[in-house]
């Protein structure tokens, strides 16, 4: 099996940190999608409580404290 030159081994390294470039940016854009969609489904989840026209402080508040009290138990 023949040695490859520097050159060629600097080349085959350029490559293959492309390589992983691009998955780490295909598994960004993938988990962005997914932060989306679960931000969609709380935002319906709001919306079909009743309680889309509710000042957004008010809910943030309610959360809150429903999230509270859910780790007390």
Known sequence: ???LTLAER???AAAKKAK???ELARLKAQQRKED???LMELGALV???GLGEW????LHAAFLKIGAELQKK
């Open 1 to 3: 099996m023949a040695r």
């Open 10 to 12: 600097l080349e085959k």
């Open 20 to 22: 992983a470039e691009q």
């Open 36 to 38: 989306a969609r679960k």
């Open 47 to 49: 919306v079909k409580a």
């Open 55 to 58: 000042p957004q402080e008010v």
